[in-house]
């Protein structure tokens, strides 16, 4: 008795090909008669007669393999012929056949340009796709942001105090780091030009600016993005998954109240605390270099941000906080109802989430400085 599956192929002339199919085609012998299909293929228009009168032994895995042989060989406009079938056979390959993928057999393109237009096709239509979902879920979104501030009731604060602690709270650390070691770094970078002019107080100026009203903010949304948006992505995922979602709104809870905006408003709220401490951290390490450095004393510093710097400047890194708190909210939970039932969109989409939310803090932070600019402020 042959166990091992193989085929006969009895070619009668250029494009009739008999396929003779033996031995026990189950899922013990998947990888097998996975091996011994693949090749098999044809020109346009050929005929091929399958045989299954040899096959001893078989199961749905084994039949599953030979309906994608059967159907990619169709892709080619190859006419395929069944003979031989038992039928204990004929009735599984009919129920597998009702319930085989409907997606066409895609037979890949041996032509680069081809290949190269076909996948920028399919890019594009993703972009359009998800772009018209992210639309659609920014627009719920601030329909149930309205509901809720209409009904401020319904804000469920303890989840909301909950995602400020750890998606503020628990960032201070890195944030102190981060901020302390910019400080540190434009002022000593100002000092070393600066420092060739005579002009050792505009350092108070440099530092002082470019924290408040730029990096301070981006830096620590950059951090909170990479932080909060993955968590939110994988918190949502990971509930898709285990069908939580699906559970609560068959109870009656709006998904909204629960898992999307107390992220919202819990981001909206913490990152402005969030960027106070990171321009005072940032200020702080300028000064250091600027008294180590420069002997421009804590006193001389302090003195010099009042008389010259304005307060439009720290009230813009402010303004922006909240804004892009809503970014990298909006995005995280987006992009964790994209999850789908498998482990591995979960790492898929984490990682999407990261840089969308980063990159569209970066985009928002450049377009925020050209109006503010363009106004004069």
Not at 37 to 44: A, H, I, N, Q, S
Not at 100 to 107: A, G, K, L, Q, T
Not at 154 to 169: D, P, Q, V
Not at 342 to 356: F, H, L, M
Request: hydrophobic residues 50%.
């Amino acid at each position: 008795m042959q166990n091992t599956p193989f085929l006969h192929i009895a070619q009668t002339n250029s494009t009739t090909f008999d396929i003779t199919l033996c031995g026990i085609w189950t899922r013990d012998s998947i990888a097998t008669i996975d091996k011994i299909l693949k090749p098999l293929t044809g020109k346009p228009h050929s005929l091929f007669r399958f045989n299954f009168t040899a096959i001893e032994d078989f199961d749905t895995h084994g039949i599953m393999l030979i309906l994608h042989t059967i159907k990619r060989l169709e892709s080619l406009t190859c006419t395929v012929e069944r003979i031989g079938q038992s039928v204990h056979f004929s009735k599984l390959l009919t129920i597998c056949e009702a319930h085989f993928p409907n997606e066409p057999i895609i037979v890949k393109n041996h032509f680069f340009l081809l290949d190269y237009l076909e996948n920028t096709g399919k890019t594009v239509i993703e972009g359009y796709k998800t772009l018209t979902s992210f639309f659609s879920f920014t627009g719920e979104l601030a329909h149930a942001v309205a509901e809720v501030l209409f009904k401020p009731a319904r804000i469920r604060i303890k989840a909301m105090l909950y995602h400020i602690e750890h998606s503020g709270a628990s960032a201070i650390p890195i944030i102190f780091l981060t901020s302390f070691l910019i400080g540190i770094v434009i002022a000593y970078q100002g000092a070393t030009q600066l420092e060739k002019f005579g002009a050792n107080i505009f350092i108070v100026e440099m530092v002082t600016i470019s924290a408040l009203r730029e990096l301070a903010p981006l830096l620590t949304a950059i951090v909170v993005a990479g932080r909060s948006s993955s968590a939110y992505t994988a918190q949502i995922g990971v509930m898709k998954i285990t069908d939580e979602v699906d559970a609560m709104s068959a109870m009656g809870f709006s998904p909204w109240d629960f898992l999307v905006i107390p992220r919202l408003f819990a981001l909206i709220i913490a990152l402005p605390l969030l960027v106070l401490f990171a321009d005072i951290i940032s200020v702080f390490g300028g000064m250091v270099i600027a008294t180590t450095k420069l002997d421009v004393s804590f006193t001389e510093f302090i003195d010099r941000i009042a008389e010259t710097v304005a307060l439009k400047h720290f009230i813009i890194g402010l303004v922006k906080a909240p804004i892009f708190g809503a970014i990298i909210a909006t995005i995280g939970c987006f992009r964790g109802f994209q999850i789908d039932s498998s482990t591995e969109s979960v790492g898929k989409y984490t990682t999407i989430s990261v840089v969308n939310a980063i990159f569209w803090v970066i985009a928002m932070d450049a377009i925020i400085s050209v109006f503010l600019t363009e106004l004069g402020l």
